[in-house]
């Protein structure tokens, strides 16, 4: 079983559809971050949620951070060919700045 | 862009013999890690290194081994390939100098290692 269970693992949608990606834990964190990735390249950082509750916007992407500090999702509004990618969720563990990702979702959004 | 370099970019060897990736960093950064990426798997980690001569086991070490020499360079050996190992391999740094304090993570572009 993974700590962070990513859902769904992939998601094809029109251009300017919405879509919400989830990320899943039975454990509590004290932060959470997201990544995307394209094709060819490494994991880049979208943002770090560290407040339950909290809502972090980036252009039209929305993160939240559940009340319990238990999963978080990320909702896009009205998605476009450049939205395409692989959206990763990844926390620390414990002591040593090791950093633990998600299964990945992988979203495909057809122009 | 942090100043990340992995080499070599793509290769292919056959079962049983040994293998070495490079990660190269400009940055100084004392905190280098090694990830394999695999369907549905999202990023694992294999090992990192917190300094010179420092490094530690990461939740799929086995079959890998590490060393780091110097600050800029971390290496990945497969000491005899097998055919699970076939993965995509990525070099992260920890984006300050010092790192430690669950900031985020820089990845190099990834190498694509195939097993036969």
């Known amino acids: 079983t993974q700590l962070l269970e990513q859902s769904p693992q992939f998601l094809s949608i029109q251009e300017g559809e919405n879509l919400t990606v989830y990320c899943n834990s039975s454990?509590?964190?004290?932060?959470l971050q997201w990544y995307r990735q394209e094709p060819g390249e490494g994991p880049v950082l979208l943002v770090t949620v560290v407040t339950g509750g909290e809502v972090k916007k980036l252009k039209r992407l929305t993160f939240q951070f559940g009340d319990a500090r238990k999963d978080s999702s990320l909702h896009i509004t009205a998605a476009q060919p450049g939205d395409t990618g692989l959206y990763l969720c990844?926390?620390?563990?414990?002591?040593?700045?090791?950093?633990?990702f998600g299964g990945g979702t992988r979203v495909l959004v057809k122009p | 862009d942090a100043g990340i370099t992995q080499s070599p970019r793509h290769k292919v060897t056959e079962t049983g013999t040994p293998v070495t990736l490079r990660c190269h960093q400009t940055?100084?950064?004392?905190?280098m890690y090694w990830y394999r990426q695999d369907p549905g798997h999202g990023l694992r980690l294999i090992h990192y290194?917190?300094?010179?001569?420092?490094?530690d086991k990461g939740e799929v070490s086995d079959g890998y081994s590490v060393s780091r020499s110097k600050t800029e360079d971390f290496l990945l050996t497969l000491e005899s390939a097998t055919s699970s190992q076939t993965s995509v391999y990525f070099c992260?740094?920890?984006?300050?100098?010092?790192?430690?304090?669950?900031?985020?993570?820089?990845f190099g572009s990834g190498t694509q290692l195939s097993v036969l």
């Open positions: 940055e100084n950064h004392r905190y």
């Open positions: 454990s509590v964190f004290s932060s």
């Open positions: 990844a926390v620390f563990k414990a002591a040593g700045n090791k950093l633990t």
């Open positions: 992260a740094i920890s984006s300050t100098p010092t790192g430690g304090n669950n900031e985020k993570l820089f």
């Open positions: 290194s917190y300094g010179v001569k420092d490094t």
